[in-house]
């Protein structure tokens, strides 16, 4: 079937939930080891060298097929960038948060520091330079959702025990609530930033959300309107925006559905059919398990690709990002599976 919409129209008519040649094929984080060497990126300078960055994650369109452009590669550019420890990983591990504030005003929420940042840089002119060669692909910077940065800005473990206690306790919600607004201001200035460079989508993780982490009751009291906040600043600039959540979400499907987020993202811990009933309008987009895209056969790619997509998926989409070691063959037989798909059922 000849293609009549480009990648970005596709992604964005899914996102208005309008009616699209195929289903788009969309990736989270993308760290492809695969990728990084043969764009010739070095670790670890393709986290804050905007050229390495943009030269890596376009391949996963230029070469995979892949509908949308993402950078940068992990979830640390606004922890680092506010000054937090950072333990930058391996080709093959994602950079992970290390350290934490004591208390809310000892972050600084000044936007010109923060968007010098190298981390924050890059990623910024990562997003100009795919937009610039790649205008026909969905660009579509990663960053870390309001109720996970606040997680990292007080710390996972804080994050989690005052979720426990919060709900029936007005002094720990007071300073919940402290530790949320701090991490709305960085997000509101990084999603700005983003948008003036030239995103189509924002892609926000809020993994930490998940039920694994808080208790549901939390994550409706206090994450979804955060999530809420968040995503009506980035419509009134003009900007969707698709919200990814860890873990089994089925028991806060129905809160993800109304934070006015464009499509939500799942994991393979959830069935797809059930939570897409749930969403009702909101597309629903996931649960391939990433890990097929190392060692899964072509025909377990496909079968976990079609299962997805009967089972009301708007795109199809790896559970939690795209591991790093995957290879470039399997990631085109799953390209290869949804177009399949689609010719069958569009
Ligand atoms: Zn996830």
């Not at 994650?57 to 960038?81: R, T, Y």
């Not at 999603?191 to 993780?205: N, P, Q, T």
């Not at 795109?315 to 990631?331: N, Q």
């Not at 177009?339 to 069958?344: G, T, V």
Request: proline share 6%; with cysteine.
């Amino acid at each position: 079937m000849q293609d009549k919409m480009t990648s970005r129209e596709r992604v964005l008519a899914m996102l208005r939930r309008e009616p699209v040649d195929r289903v788009p094929v969309i990736s989270g984080s993308a760290m492809v080891a695969e990728y990084i060497k043969k764009s010739g990126g070095v670790f670890p300078d393709y986290h804050n060298d905007s050229e390495m960055m943009a030269n890596a994650a376009s391949l996963m369109h230029k070469d995979a097929g892949v509908d949308n452009i993402v950078v940068p590669f992990g979830m640390f550019v606004e922890s680092i960038a506010l000054g937090l420890e950072v333990k930058m990983g391996r080709i093959d591990i994602q950079p992970s948060v290390k350290g934490f504030f004591e208390k809310p005003e000892d972050v600084n929420p000044d936007p010109d520091k923060f968007l010098a940042d190298p981390y924050v840089r890059a990623t910024l002119e990562a997003t100009e330079l795919a937009k610039e060669r790649f205008p026909d692909a969905a660009i579509t910077p990663f960053l870390v959702g309001p109720v996970t940065l606040s997680g990292y800005l007080m710390g996972v473990q804080k994050l989690a025990d005052l979720s426990c206690k919060s709900l029936h306790q007005e002094e720990v919600m007071d300073e919940i609530i402290e530790w949320f607004s701090r991490a709305l201001e960085i997000n509101k200035i990084y999603a700005r930033a983003c948008i003036e460079a030239g995103a189509d989508v924002l892609y926000y993780s809020d993994a930490s959300a998940s039920p694994n982490l808080l208790i549901p009751d939390f994550y409706y009291q206090v994450g979804v309107p955060a999530e809420i906040e968040l995503g009506e600043f980035i419509h009134k600039l003009g900007c969707p925006w698709e919200l990814h959540i860890c873990g089994d979400t089925t028991p806060i499907i129905e809160g993800m559905a109304t934070t006015g987020a464009d499509c939500l993202s799942v994991e393979q811990a959830v069935d797809m059919a059930e939570v897409v009933k749930i969403a009702g309008d909101v597309p629903v987009v996931g649960n391939v398990t990433p890990l097929l895209m190392i060692d899964g056969t072509e025909e377990q790619i496909r079968e976990e690709t079609r299962r997805g997509l009967d089972g009301g998926a708007k795109a199809s989409k790896l559970g939690c990002g795209t591991p790093s070691p995957s290879s470039p063959e399997r990631l085109k037989q799953w390209v290869k599976a949804v177009a399949d798909w689609s010719a069958e059922h569009l």
